[in-house]
């Protein structure tokens, strides 16, 4: 009776390790965050005034918010 449950217990730990290994939203690599300063991420953008210029993919970016204290951060532009 013990062997049969202890393969029953290395059966179902299988099973258990088996089914955590892997989603289906597994991204490789796709996670990579990259950290953009906000201010300065805004300046440019407002900068390139083109008509036909591209959309900007912001999804991968992280942006950190250094000018939060700094009420003039954006005086120049306007």
Partial sequence: ???MLKISALLALGLF???CSD???N???QDLKLS???TTFVKN???RTED???PVSINNLEFSFND???EQAFDNLF
């Fill in 68 to 70: 939060q204290d700094n």
């Fill in 36 to 38: 953009v300063d906000f």
């Fill in 45 to 47: 953008e407002i900068q």
């Fill in 17 to 19: 390790v088996a089914g």
């Fill in 27 to 29: 991204n490789r690599g």
């Fill in 1 to 3: 009776m013990k062997p």
């Fill in 52 to 54: 036909d210029r591209k």
């Fill in 23 to 25: 989603s289906s939203n």
